[in-house]
């Protein structure tokens, strides 16, 4: 979807992401940093450095968990610091979230869902995750039905 705005600019700590960004002909910047390899992702201070000299409008974020309590989870340590670094240059924050990880916990809290200011799930979210939740929650269904 980003293909169709050419005035942006992205700042991401994925390599696959700014590669493919690139060849789209979207600005970015990669904080660069040390490289998860699993992930392709870049952490550690150099990456949340490189995020201090700058300041966005909108995040979109992922991770791997939206616990029963309604804390967004992962088992990375290290790119939730990176995350948690690019909330606070965020003026809004945009948790996106598919079906499979509502109801997850993994070892490491980023936040609560009550601190993001909106998120986007491709299924309809629980009640008892909703009611820990004031902000803006967006159904997002892409089936043709």
Do not use: W
Request: proline share 1%; with cysteine; charged share 25%.
């Amino acid at each position: 979807l980003l293909s169709e705005f050419k005035n942006i600019i992205v700042i991401t700590n994925s390599a696959k992401a700014s590669f493919l960004l690139g060849q789209m002909g979207i600005k970015n910047i990669c904080t660069g940093g040390h490289m998860i390899n699993k992930s392709f992702s870049y952490v550690g201070n150099e990456a949340i450095r490189t995020i201090n000299n700058y300041n966005a409008d909108v995040m979109f974020f992922s991770c791997r968990g939206l616990s029963d309590k309604g804390f967004l989870t992962d088992n990375s340590i290290e790119e939730n610091l990176v995350r948690k670094a690019m909330i606070k240059k965020s003026h809004k924050s945009v948790f996106l979230c598919d079906k499979s990880k509502i109801g997850k916990t993994y070892l490491n809290n980023l936040c609560h869902i009550s601190e993001v200011d909106e998120f986007i799930c491709d299924e309809k979210v629980p009640d008892y995750i909703l009611d820990l939740k004031n902000q803006k929650y967006y159904f997002y269904n892409n089936s043709a039905e």
